[in-house]
């Protein structure tokens, strides 16, 4: 089993900034990429931003169009812990963010494609 943890969500008032982290533990050793989906009230779970790599040194980065030049996408050396820094944040950010992992090919972004999920974390942003 895969399990992921998120944390580091809270209430922020709109500009402000939060940081998000996903733990990840038991068998990790063959994940290939790892991502951020987010979930408002009354919507459905949408994408935010995924990391992927190869070789040594490698990494791909996507984001959605909405939290593009505001979140970054990052990964420890390790590949255990993602991390999701959100900057520059608007109330309609306001969300359940969930952490995803895959050991097998995805598409970019396409919830089905990712095996595994956290429980997720409440971001809250105040206007």
């Known amino acids: 089993q895969v399990q992921l943890v998120e944390s580091g969500g809270g209430l922020v008032q709109a500009g402000g900034s939060l940081r998000l982290s996903c733990a990840a533990s038991?068998?990790?050793?063959?994940?290939?990429?790892m991502g951020w989906f987010r979930q408002a009230p009354g919507k459905e779970r949408e994408f935010v931003a995924d990391?992927?790599?190869?070789?040594?040194?490698?990494?791909?980065?996507d984001y959605a169009d909405s939290v593009k030049g505001r979140f970054t996408i990052s990964i420890d050396n390790a590949k255990n812990t993602v991390y999701l820094q959100m900057n520059s944040l608007k109330p309609e950010d306001t969300a359940v963010y969930y952490c995803?992992?895959?050991?097998?090919?995805?598409?970019?972004?396409?919830?089905?494609?990712?095996?595994?999920w956290g429980q997720g974390t409440q971001v809250t942003v105040s206007s």
């Open positions: 038991g068998r990790t050793f063959s994940r290939n990429a």
């Open positions: 990391i992927s790599w190869s070789g040594i040194s490698t990494y791909y980065a």
């Open positions: 995803a992992s895959t050991q097998t090919r995805r598409r970019v972004g396409v919830r089905d494609d990712y095996e595994y």
